[in-house]
T-cell receptor, first 114, second 115 residues
C-alpha cells in the first residue's frame, strides 16, 4: 500500500524567506511523486513531479523538490517566498503501473507574512 | 487550450435527493479520475476510467455512488439518496493514456452541500 504524510498542516513564513514543506511517503514499489498547489475555489495545479529520472526536480514558480529514497522524503522548497505563494499544497504518490491513481497527503496551508 | 471543466460548480441538495455531477475532460485524454475532497483533507480517489471502461471503482464509498463515461469523453458521477457525510468537493481529473508519469489535470471541482 502507498501513503503520504505531510508534516505541518499550517506553515507561516515571512515574505522573502525560505519555504520548506515536508512530505514523506511509503511505497512498496518505486513511486512517482507529485506536488500540487490549490488556490481557493480552484482545482489543483501541478507544481512538479518525480518519475524516476533526476532526483532534484525543478517546477514552476521557482519551486523545487528532491527525492531522497533513504529518507523516503520529497520535500518542497522555494528560496524566497512571495505573497502569491499563499495557498494549500498537496503531496501525492502513485504507482508506475495499474490505475495510476494518486494517494494524497492531507495538505499544508502556506501563509506568507508581509 | 481548454482545461477540465465541471458542472455545476456548487450544488445544494436536501438529504435523500439524488445528484449528478458532470465532468468534461481535456479533449483526447483517455484517462479520467474522480476524487472526493472533504473539508480540510486531501483528495481521495473514487474511481478511474480508461475510455469508457471503468477499470477501478475501489474508492466509491457505497453503492449509492455510481459513475459512468458511456462514450469515453464526458463523465457523470451520480450520488443517490444523498447523506450529510457526502458533503465535499468532488474533483475530476484527466490525463493522456497509459503512462503513470502523465500529469493529471484537475477541474475546479463541484462543491456539494447536503442539508
Amino acid at each position: 500500500a502507498q501513503s503520504v504524510t505531510q508534516l505541518g498542516s499550517h506553515v507561516s513564513v515571512s515574505e522573502g524567506a525560505l519555504v520548506l514543506l515536508r512530505c514523506n511517503y511509503s511505497s512498496s514499489v518505486p513511486p512517482y511523486l507529485f506536488w500540487y498547489v490549490q488556490y481557493p475555489n480552484q482545482g489543483l495545479q501541478l507544481l512538479l513531479k518525480y518519475t524516476s529520472a533526476a532526483t532534484l526536480v525543478k517546477g514552476i514558480n521557482g519551486f523545487e523538490a528532491e527525492f531522497k529514497k533513504s529518507e523516503t522524503s520529497f520535500h518542497l522548497t522555494k528560496p524566497s517566498a512571495h505573497m502569491s505563494d499563499a495557498a494549500e499544497y498537496f503531496c501525492a504518490v502513485s504507482r508506475p503501473s495499474g490505475t495510476y491513481k494518486y494517494i494524497f497527503g492531507t495538505g499544508t496551508r502556506l501563509k506568507v507574512l508581509a | 487550450g481548454a482545461g477540465v471543466s465541471q458542472s455545476p460548480r456548487y450544488k445544494v441538495a436536501k438529504r435523500g435527493q439524488d445528484v449528478a455531477l458532470r465532468c468534461d475532460p481535456i479533449s483526447g485524454h483517455v484517462s479520467l479520475f474522480w476524487y472526493q475532497q472533504a473539508l480540510g483533507q486531501g483528495p481521495e480517489f473514487l474511481t478511474y476510467f480508461q475510455n469508457e471502461a471503468q477499470l477501478d471503482k475501489s474508492g466509491l464509498p457505497s453503492d449509492r455512488f455510481f459513475a459512468e463515461r458511456p462514450e469515453g469523453s464526458v463523465s457523470t458521477l451520480k450520488i443517490q439518496r444523498t447523506q450529510q457525510e457526502d458533503s465535499a468537493v468532488y474533483l475530476c481529473a484527466s490525463s493522456r493514456p497509459g503512462q503513470g508519469t502523465d500529469t493529471q489535470y484537475f477541474g475546479p471541482g463541484t462543491r456539494l452541500t447536503v442539508l
